[in-house]
T-cell receptor, first 115, second 113 residues
């Protein structure tokens, strides 16, 4: 079975500071990993995903994440926070090759950006 | 127009009432999902469907039922709503082929009094 743990339900950073949102996963097979973002009153949209190949993946709006198998982690980073980054972020895992290949989501991290 | 459309966007109802949330999509995807979102719990899967003849329970299906009327339509029903079903409900589609990427509607906020 797959599971995701996001460390920190709320993260607060100053505008221009580094953003680091932490995600650890558990999977019985080599996983696919995702970060989704939810802006207020909207549905979720994909930020980035890791399937196979390069372990550092780049997404939209300057975000990137690195798949570290030895640490079972997929942390999300952005070098310089912008006010528009304030949102809730969800890490998710799926198990390719298993029937269903459904996404399992973490509990979410709310990012606050201070001016 | 949105690719995944949910109706209604907001609904307030009373305990014991039957409620239907509807989802339609123009993406042409076979796979569709219903999730509920609760603060601090993330998204939890209620039901999913891989084609019109395929319906599967997710991790929290008790108290819910679904209907896949066509490839483009997937409805979620609460036969007798209770207050702990107050939540934000999302429909999502998936192109399949192992991508794992979901496309979400804007959500339906349900309040059960």
């Amino acid at each position: 079975a797959q599971s995701v743990t996001q460390l920190g339900s709320h993260v607060s950073v100053s505008e221009g500071a580094l953003v680091l949102l932490r995600c650890n996963y558990s999977s019985s097979v080599p996983p696919y990993l995702f970060w989704y973002v939810q802006y207020p009153n909207q549905g979720l949209q994909l930020l980035l995903k890791y399937t196979t190949g390069a372990t550092l993946v780049k997404g939209i709006n300057g975000f990137e994440a690195e798949f570290k198998k030895s640490e079972t982690s997929f942390h999300l980073t952005k070098p310089s926070a912008h006010m528009s980054d304030a949102a809730e972020y969800f890490c998710a895992v799926s198990a390719p090759g298993l029937y269903g290949n459904k996404l399992v989501f973490g509990a979410g991290t709310i990012l606050r950006v201070k001016s | 127009d949105a690719d995944v459309t949910q109706t209604p966007r907001n609904r307030i109802t009373k305990t014991g009432k039957r409620i239907m949330l509807e989802c339609s999509q123009t993406k042409g995807h076979d796979r569709m999902y219903w999730y509920r979102q609760d603060p601090g719990l993330g998204l939890r899967l209620i039901y999913y469907s891989f084609d019109v003849k395929d319906i599967n329970k997710g991790e929290i299906s008790d108290g819910y039922s679904v209907s896949r009327q066509a490839q483009a339509k997937f409805s979620l029903s609460l036969e007798s709503a209770i207050p702990n079903q107050t939540a934000l409900y999302f429909c999502a589609t998936d192109p399949g082929q192992g991508s794992g990427e979901l496309f979400f509607g804007e959500g339906s906020r349900l309040t059960v009094l």
